[in-house]
C-alpha cells in the first residue's frame, strides 16, 4: 500500500518536473501561446480594480460578485484559455513539434467541442461557488482531463471518457495538490512589500507615495503569477494525459504493431 502510494506521488511530481522542463525549454513559443490567457486575465483583472476603486456594492451584490462570478470566471480562464499550450506539449511529447501558430489553429479548429465542454464546466464551478466552494475541493481534478479529451480525441460522451481516465491514475489529485502548494505560497509572496511598509521599517517620506501606488504592482504580480500557473497545469495536465494514452492505453506499442505489420506486408508483396 504504501509502495503504491509512493508511486502516485512519484509520478506527479515527474510530470510538474517534465512540465517545468518543457516550459524551459520553449519559453518563446509558450510567451506566445500565453497570450490570450494573459490578455484575458489583465481585461479581468483591471475591471476588478476598477471596480473596487470606483463602486460600492451593497453586501448581497459583493458577495455574488466577489465569491460567485468572479472565481467562475476565474477558473473558466484557467480551463479554457491556456489550452493552447496543452496543443504545443502533447506534440512536442510526441516527437511532431508544432509552431506556435499551428498550436492556435489547432485549438481553434476543436472550439465547437472545447465550448460545449467548457459550458458544462462552467455550470459545475457556478453550483460549487454557490456551496463556498466546497465541492471544488473534491471534484475539480476529476474534471480536469475532459478539455483535454475534447482537444485531442474524437470520442463522444466525453465527461465519461475523462472518468476512466481518472480511474486508471489517480496521480492527478497529487498534481492537482502541487499546483494549490504552487498557488499558495506563490501568491503569499505578493503582499509582503505591503507588509514591510506597514511595519514601519523603512519609514520614509517617499514610502507614502509608493503605498498608494502598490496596488498596482500587486494586480500586474498577480496577473502574471496567475497566468504562469494556468500555463504551466495546462502544460503538466497535457503530459498527464499523453502518458495515460501511450503508456496505459498502448497507443505507443499498437503503433509499433501497426507500423511492423505494415512493414511485412510490403515485404511479402515485394517478395512476390
Known sequence: MKSASRN?????????????????????EFAVLGLPTFAVSLVLAAGMAMALRTWHFDPLISYLLWAIVIPVVTLTIVTFFPLPCAVFAWFQANGEPKAPADCFRWWRNRVGRLVA?????????VWWFVLFGLP??????????????????????????????????????????????????????????????????????????????????????????????AVSWSVALALFYYDLRQHREGERIARKI????ENCVSLARHES
Do not use: N
Open 117 to 125: 465542454v467548457q459550458s458544462w464546466l462552467t455550470f459545475s464551478y
Open 136 to 229: 471544488m475541493l473534491f471534484l475539480w481534478p476529476r474534471t480536469c482531463l475532459a478539455p483535454m479529451v475534447a482537444l485531442f480525441e474524437d470520442r463522444p460522451k466525453i465527461f465519461r471518457r475523462a472518468q476512466q481516465l481518472m480511474r486508471e491514475d489517480s496521480a492527478i489529485h497529487v498534481l492537482a495538490g502541487l499546483f494549490f502548494l504552487f498557488a499558495v505560497v506563490l501568491g503569499a509572496l505578493i503582499p509582503l512589500p505591503r507588509l514591510l511598509l506597514f511595519s514601519k521599517l523603512l519609514a520614509a517620506e517617499w514610502t507614502r507615495s509608493v503605498e498608494e501606488s502598490l496596488w498596482a504592482l500587486e494586480l500586474s504580480c498577480g496577473v502574471i503569477l496567475a497566468c504562469g500557473l
Open 258 to 261: 501497426a507500423a511492423l505489420q
Open 8 to 28: 502516485v506521488v512519484a509520478r506527479g511530481l515527474r510530470q510538474v518536473d517534465r512540465a517545468f522542463w518543457c516550459l524551459h525549454d520553449h519559453l518563446p
